[in-house]
């Protein structure tokens, strides 16, 4: 038997109990070789009056397991709060951010039936390194930065993750026809090094028309490579196409430590009650499940997870209308068709 991997583990905001709740059940009975190390980060944290929303015996967790799976976190609005998902991923040094989008139909209705890209979105940079400044009283600025170190780390991640999963082209999103020093450095980079990999097919579209041609025709994309605040755009809409924001699961790649996660936010509108869709939170899993070689249970599960949607059982987000169940009862399915009693 694998010897069981240490993770640290924070069920996070909003939705995020419920979602982890669910995907742990979900894990527990899979066969899933790991050991839980709870922590907690996020809203109950920044209200006992630590500005930065993870105490320290959370950072030392998982500079100990090095592998983090996140539940949604909240950053309470204005008041100087960091936004803890940005400090953890610079922290972390976590700079490549995988979102693969996948369209499920006939099983869940979508207008783009043959859809499956993946966003690799650059983790660390850009308009999300959080510099901002206040010139004058009405006049504000926010510091884009881009590095050629950055864009080399992520544009070379994305050739090799194309390679290694036997996808065909990469992809360019950037602005760079305005922004000509920034997103014109991530370009030149990405035209450099497609060059050592003859056999990927490459494009680059502005990210306007780029988007809008996700929008119309996913179909023709494999592998998109792009700047922080686009990929934060793009796989909302991308995975909003697949059929709902709550489908995606997303992970966070660094040189020692990776993260785990829906790419859905905490969802507040929805909290507690028991109705959020834990597919992203699952597809997080899988993809933890991979990272530390356990494929063949992350497989099970995957197989068990598009089962319960084909048979039909759908939480409400992407149910349009028609009958949907909860939370657990869609786990609960799940680790039915892992062939275990819930
Ligand atoms: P963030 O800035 O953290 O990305 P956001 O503003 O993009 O957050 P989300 O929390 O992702 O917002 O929610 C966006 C919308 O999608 C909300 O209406 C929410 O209810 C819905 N949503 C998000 N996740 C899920 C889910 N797992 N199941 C069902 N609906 C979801
Ligand atoms: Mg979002």
New binding site residues.
Partial sequence: MTEKRKVTIARGDG?GPE?MNATLKILEHSGAQIEPEFIDIGEKVYISGNTTGIPDEAWESLRRTKIFFKG?ITTPQGGGYKSLNVTIRKTLGLYANVRPNVSYAPFIQTKHPDMDLVIIRENEEDLYAGIEHQQTPEVVQCLKLITRPGCEKIVRYAFEYAKKNNRKKVTCFTKDNIMKLTDGLFHKVFKEISVEYPEIETEHWIIDIGMAKIADSPQDFDVIVMPNLYGDIAS?VAAQITG???LAGSANIGDQVAMFE?I????P??AGKGI??PS?LIQGAIMMLVHIGQADVATRIHNAWLKTLEDGIH?G?IAKGGASVGTMEFAEAVIERLGQEP
């Fill in positions: 939705i979602i949604p909302d709902s924001v709550g829906a859905h936010g905490s969802a509108d929805i959020a869709n992203g939480t987000d």
